[in-house]
Every structure is written in C-alpha cells, then in structure tokens.
C-alpha cells in the first residue's frame, strides 16, 4: 500500500465512518454521561468533516 491509499484510506474513514461510529456509540449508552461525551465527540467530528472538505475545497 502506498502512502498515498493510506493517505486516502484515513480520509475516507475519517469524513464517513467516525461520525456515524459516534453516533451509533451514544445511541447504544444508558448512562447519559457517557452518551453526553459521544455524542459531543460525534458533532466534533461532523465539525472537523465540514473544516477538512471546505479546506479541500
């Protein structure tokens, strides 16, 4: 693999998957302390998605 694919790899996971990972995490806590961390973990990453594509941009 080169660094680019790894380079385009982390991307992808980054702009499509962390997000809804997040999301599925704080769906899935009863204890609404940790639900609180993911789900403000979740709109960090949705913020930091928007930041990368309007930079790319």
Known sequence: ???LEIIQK???WFINI???KLEAYA???TDSELKAIFERDAQAAKQAQQDLIAYLN
Request: proline share 8%; hydrophobic share 35%.
């Open 1 to 3: 693999m080169t660094c």
């Open 10 to 12: 982390s991307i992808h």
């Open 18 to 20: 962390a997000p809804k």
């Open 27 to 29: 769906a899935s806590y």
